[in-house]
């Protein structure tokens, strides 16, 4: 069965996904509970049953198993990141089992033998960077330990976290794309950020990627959701090496 693999995209507009299998509407034969309850990687490659809710029993009928996808807003509050959430967020992941997790790379831009682009304000760096490590250190908490793409693609056997270059992802799943406006890093972002969004939405077409968690009322996808599934994405398809047809 698929492993569950969750992406990161760490900025405080940021967004974590987690795809998988989950399953729905169990019917307990003891109690006739009915609910939806997350049907975790290792209980399936064990064969344990999932309890029910209300009376703890395993003696469930109709169980359907697909594939979902799971969205969570960057644990912020106010101007600053929530550590608490964050730190319950990556156990919360550790407890359901979750194989893999990708966490985006957050670095200053390099311009040309080293040096470091100097159009980045120094506070957003910080921001990004402080974010980053908060990331880092709430999954080794958790108990996710950091690994490199190339020992995990000799084999998936515990529950780690790698990081990946922004550049590096976007590229294997094909979301670079040119611009014809000013030759400016706005112009490139936006370029890159729509064909994300368009990367994603033929990925996951039944998926919403409005930012509805933070906006109620929005009306046009998220970048930062979408890219958040193509992070797990990426985790899954080329460093895990499952193809679609395979979940």
Known sequence: MTPLVTGIDPGKAGYSCMIGPTITKGDCTHCGGKGTWLLHSGDMSTGR?????????TGWTGRRIKESTTFWPAPV???DYDLVNMSEQCRGWHRSNVSLVVLELQAPRRHGKGRIGTHEAPSSTFTSGFGFGAWKASLTCAGFVERTEEFLKTGLTGQ??????PDVWKRRLGCTASHSGPDTDYERRK????MSIKVAQALDPAVDFRPIERSP????PSADKACARLIAEYGRAC??????DQK
């Open 239 to 244: 460093i895990l090496g499952i193809r679609r």
């Open 77 to 79: 509050s106010g101007d």
């Open 191 to 194: 370029a890159r950020d729509a």
């Open 160 to 165: 780690f976290f790698v990081v990946v270059a």
């Open 49 to 57: 049953d999932v309890p029910c809710s209300a009376c703890g029993s």
């Open 217 to 220: 009322e929005a009306r046009v």
